[in-house]
């Protein structure tokens, strides 16, 4: 794992969005779905899928490796959920097993074969560009619908699993680094306001999870009924007035001294402290995240985007790079000296 991934791009550090994702569900018409398919059907459909994008052109320049989860050990299965490559779903294992993975080296396209549906494929661009990770999803939407047959109706689009997830099979989604409206007591109220319009929001790791870090996952809920643009735009259009709130949040903190203590006490801890849990350092990156983009801290970034630090503090990510796995206490004591040096 020492290619460069997405969250090596300085775009994650442009603002309120991180990155952009557009997840699309698909099943082969051939098989039943997943909590009903053999392990003997699972297999004979993992090597459909796999065929489908073996030696294709796709989007980019992507070229997949397939991931056997079961060949992972438990360090490595965390830092791909912490690297939002998987869902917690997919690594759940149970009756939807076999499963495999296929992802770039970059692990900006993956997918996920037997999750809750057959398919489960997804692009993930830096910053604000949800476009252009709807681009390369649909890209190898077309890869793969060209060598195997999906289920799909003309009354009701996409067939699923789950009938929320019919139709376009679409979900698009903002990361979002919301610390204004979490700080100020807002984000619960605006995040609310926006499930009226079919947008909705969750933790860091989708849905069940809470916020971590003050980042939030911002997704539309309605996939049928609505073509694939209609999503982006409702999406666009919702996560600017969210990012809106934001904006206006932060310049009623900036009104006194306090939020600039908090930032520079927040980076003198992660520069200085031996020990740290995960959720300390993600309280602390929020911090400076939020110090360096409104030029509160008037100082040489760190080696890399904010938000990379944020992942790599994940414990599956701090353990996977050790040469075993470590203890809880080791764990804290190699997070911070990994922070300590990026800073």
């Not at 969750?202 to 309605?222: A, C, D, L, M, W």
């Amino acid at each position: 794992m020492t290619a460069e991934k997405w969250s090596d791009d300085p775009k994650t550090d442009a603002g309120p969005i991180i990155s952009s994702r557009v997840r699309l569900a698909r099943n082969l018409r051939k098989y039943r779905f997943a909590p009903r398919l053999s392990p003997e059907a699972a297999r004979a459909m993992i090597r459909d899928v796999a065929g489908a994008v073996r030696d294709a052109a796709l989007p980019g320049g992507a070229r997949l490796r397939m991931i056997d989860p079961r060949d992972l050990t438990e360090s490595v299965r965390a830092a791909l959920l912490e690297g939002h490559a998987v869902s917690p779903e997919f690594l759940s294992g149970g009756a939807y097993s076999p499963k495999a993975l296929l992802l770039s080296d970059d692990e900006s396209v993956g997918i996920m074969i037997n999750e809750e549906d057959h398919i489960r494929m997804q692009a993930v661009t830096p910053g604000d560009d949800v476009d252009g990770a709807y681009a390369i999803a649909d890209g190898v939407d077309d890869v793969i619908e060209r060598g195997v047959e999906y289920a799909f109706e003309p009354d009701f689009g996409y067939l699923t699993a789950c009938p929320t997830n019919a139709g376009t099979g679409m979900r698009a989604s903002f990361m979002a680094h919301l610390p204004g409206l979490a700080l100020t007591g807002q984000a619960a109220n605006v995040l609310q306001s926006a499930a009226k319009f079919g947008i909705t929001a969750r933790g860091i790791y989708g849905e069940g999870t809470k916020p971590v870090g003050h980042i939030f996952q911002i997704s539309n809920q309605v996939t049928t009924g609505k073509s694939e643009g209609a999503i982006i735009a409702l999406l666009r259009n919702v996560t600017a007035e969210v990012t809106g709130r934001e904006k206006a949040a932060r310049k009623a903190l900036f009104s006194g001294t306090n939020l600039a203590d908090r930032i520079w006490r927040s980076y003198g801890i992660l520069a200085y402290a031996r020990r740290l849990g995960a959720e300390e350092a993600m309280e602390h990156l929020s911090d400076i995240r939020l110090g360096f983009e409104e030029g509160i801290l008037n100082i040489a970034r760190p080696k890399r985007p904010i938000y990379n630090l944020m992942i790599n503090a994940q414990p599956g990510r701090v353990r996977a790079r050790a040469s075993g796995e470590t203890t809880d206490a080791e764990t804290d004591v190699s997070r911070a000296e990994c922070l300590r040096s990026m800073l």
